[in-house]
């Protein structure tokens, strides 16, 4: 509306006459404007912060915004957050390395396969598996099966 740029000089009431609009249209219309412009506020500030970290939910970024001293509902964070496609990136989860099958070394042929057991102690198995040395360990851990 026009009317709110000449606020201030010119008495509402006249606004308005001039404008051709009631004066509880304009006050209906200011009011709904207000939340609009504390919503955009807001927004910028969810997407500063999720922007600069993409690994934070709508939890954290509620609490970041109250030490920012905005007085947010976590609920409304989330609702702004997929409204805007901000929700965090996940990260890969950890998968541990067992084993390195590409190497150079020969790879030692399993001769037990195909074979049929009929007795007890017939098959006997060894393992051997090098793990990252810490303190009080040893490098090698030798499992025998049978």
């Not at 008495?11 to 919503?39: D, F």
């Not at 509620?62 to 609920?75: F, Q, S, T, Y």
Request: charged letters at 20%; a positive charge; one cysteine or more.
């Amino acid at each position: 509306m026009m009317v709110s740029g000449l606020q201030g000089m010119i008495a509402v009431e006249r606004m308005c006459g001039l404008a051709g609009v009631s004066r509880s249209g304009y006050y209906r219309y200011w009011q709904a404007s207000s939340p609009r412009r504390e919503e955009a506020g807001l927004r910028d500030a969810i997407q500063r912060l999720a922007l600069a970290n993409p690994y934070y939910g709508y939890r954290r970024i509620a609490v970041l915004l109250g030490r920012e001293a905005w007085h947010v509902n976590h609920k409304r964070v989330l609702r702004l957050m997929r409204e805007d496609n901000l929700l965090c990136l996940r990260r890969a989860a950890f998968v541990p390395m067992t084993t390195n099958s590409r190497h150079g070394w020969r790879i030692v042929p399993n001769l037990a396969r195909g074979l049929e057991l009929a007795d007890i102690d017939q098959l006997w198995v060894a393992d051997i598996t090098y793990g990252a040395p810490r303190p009080g360990w040893s490098g090698v851990h030798m499992t025998g099966m049978h």
